[in-house]
């Protein structure tokens, strides 16, 4: 059985303006340090104009952890930028902050807040994905019970992956790993053992939590 562990998604963005400044914060999914250094060069060569691309990346692999304030005060983005992967307790993820200077100078806590808000920003529009070991299930039950059966699921922590109608309704769901014997049982007492659960498979897997 694998460890379960959380990263990003997808791709996200968000955007953070300050005093005219304005911040670009993107997350990548990325599993090695090569493919973090480059996901941080393409942002370069994208935002070429802008003055820094601050970042931070955590790789499970190996357990690196690097970040960079790019010409920013020590301390005042790349630090940040990791605090916020950490705080979620996020791997495989790059991290870019991209800033284009408004003229203003923000001052140490206002680059902290503005770097910190723009890494947020980023993962909120990324989401996050759960890896971990799920059991794969059929779920064979007559139409008269699939009310039942749908209100059952979410209490197991249940994903309904498809959906197939046909003489009776069969549910292909995932589970996490372990939870197949307590789903049966509550799913026999609340129908009167009028439903049919089959394993089919045991998948390594990421699931959306946020």
Do not use: W
Not at 40 to 67: F, L, P, Q, S, T
Not at 170 to 192: I, W
Request: net charge negative.
């Amino acid at each position: 059985m694998h460890d379960s562990y959380l990263v990003p998604a997808d791709y996200g963005e968000g955007r953070y303006e300050d005093r005219k400044s304005k911040f670009i914060g993107e997350i990548f999914p990325v599993e090695t340090p090569e493919a973090a250094i480059e996901k941080i060069n393409a942002v370069k060569v994208k935002y070429r104009d802008a003055r820094h691309h601050c970042y931070a990346y955590i790789i499970r692999e190996g357990n690196y952890m690097r970040y960079s304030d790019d010409g920013e005060p020590q301390g005042t983005a790349g630090m940040p930028i990791l605090d916020v992967l950490r705080r979620e307790n996020i791997t495989n993820v790059c991290c870019v902050v991209t800033r284009y200077f408004g003229g203003v100078l923000l001052g140490t806590g206002g680059l902290v807040r503005a770097y910190t808000k723009s890494a947020q920003l980023g993962l909120e529009a990324a989401g996050i994905n759960q890896m971990s070991s799920y059991s794969v299930l059929l779920i064979t039950c007559p139409y008269s019970l699939l009310g039942v059966v749908q209100n059952i699921l979410p209490e197991h922590d249940c994903m309904v992956e498809e959906t197939d109608y046909a003489a009776d309704v069969t549910l292909t769901v995932t589970l996490p790993e372990g939870g197949e014997d307590a789903l049966e049982q509550a799913l026999k007492d609340a129908t009167s053992a009028g439903v049919d659960v089959e394993c089919m498979d045991t998948r390594f897997m990421g699931r959306r939590i946020r």
